[in-house]
């Protein structure tokens, strides 16, 4: 994910060193935090209130906390790589990937995200920007999920939280897993007790880029749109924020309500570009459309039930 902001590069040494090392602690943390998560079975408030179960669970299943570590950190990094790669061939200044771990979550981390002096960005520079995260993590994803359909064991008792499937989870089990449909269709959710690590951190994968790729404020998608429809992404945004609260008050899901006021106080239209009178070429305009698709393939709109 990026966001747009100003982050002049540092004049004072120790502003630069305080820099990098707030985001490598940060990172360190997260490297703990969904190692934690994966080794308590994606159920980590248990063992966090109780120092004997943690340790038990640590102990039994660090294999498990290591690969799924592993596995959902490759994708964020991946995901914020590609990213910050741009912002080095356009010398636009920006942060290192700063990630954030939450260790009583049951994916253990809300992501990552690298702040950039976007005003310095033309609609051109914007876009791949922008595109360049969301593409990197899926093809890192895809193949990590890949891996845990294969690994899927829907024999096991449903106990504990569900995760919901986006469209892509449900096309890959019916083209990788047959097996487990059930009157010709997909379970509509994986349960806690299923789950192993692979396809826990492909989940995650998708529903990071999912997220991001959603069209509207400083998120990738509203970078993207904006780049690709200029001021009329505006009215795109709006839009997309009226029917997403109609949505959610209606169907009564209301897991995404702090990730929605998040991004109402960040502002829903996108600002202007360094230059938007630069013209994307026509392979980046249908790519960016078809970008559209990636929050309809990737995002779980039931998200997660307890």
């Not at 360190?28 to 179960?53: I, K, M, Q």
């Not at 790669?85 to 992501?111: C, D, E, H, Q």
Request: with cysteine; proline share 7%; hydrophobic share 50%.
């Amino acid at each position: 994910m990026t966001t747009s902001h100003s982050t002049p590069l540092p004049d004072d040494p120790a502003d630069s060193e305080r820099r990098r090392l707030v985001p490598l602690l940060l990172f360190l943390a997260t490297c703990l935090s969904t190692f934690w998560v994966g080794a308590a079975d994606f159920r980590p408030a248990a063992g966090l209130e109780n120092f004997r179960l943690a340790y038990a669970q640590i102990v039994t299943n660090w294999q498990q906390g290591l690969i799924y570590m592993g596995a959902v950190l490759a994708i964020l990094l991946t995901h914020e790589m590609g990213h910050f790669v741009f912002t080095l061939r356009f010398k636009i200044s920006a942060s290192y990937p700063i990630f954030i771990p939450i260790p009583f979550n049951p994916i253990g981390t809300m992501g990552a995200v690298i702040g950039m002096d976007g005003s310095k960005a033309n609609r051109k520079q914007l876009y791949d920007l922008a595109l360049a995260g969301p593409v990197a993590g899926l093809f890192v994803a895809i193949p990590v999920l890949w891996l845990g359909i294969q690994q899927l064991d829907l024999t096991q008792a449903p106990r504990g939280m569900a995760f919901y499937n986006p469209l892509l989870v449900e096309y890959m089990l019916e083209y990788l897993r047959p097996d487990l449909l059930v009157d010709g269709k997909c379970p509509e959710s994986i349960f806690v007790s299923q789950l192993n690590p692979l396809f826990m951190a492909g989940w995650v994968g998708l529903l990071v880029t999912g997220l991001n790729m959603l069209p509207i404020s400083q998120l990738d998608g509203g970078h993207v749109i904006y780049a690709v429809f200029g001021k009329r992404a505006h009215t795109i945004a709006r839009t997309f924020l009226v029917c997403t609260i109609a949505f959610i008050i209606i169907q009564q899901i209301y897991i995404w309500m702090l990730m929605l006021i998040l991004v109402i106080i960040m502002g829903v239209d996108h600002p202007p570009t360094s230059d938007d009178s630069v013209e994307l070429s026509e392979v980046r305009w249908r790519l960016g459309v078809l970008s559209l698709a990636i929050p309809i393939l990737c995002f779980p709109v039931q998200g997660i039930a307890i």
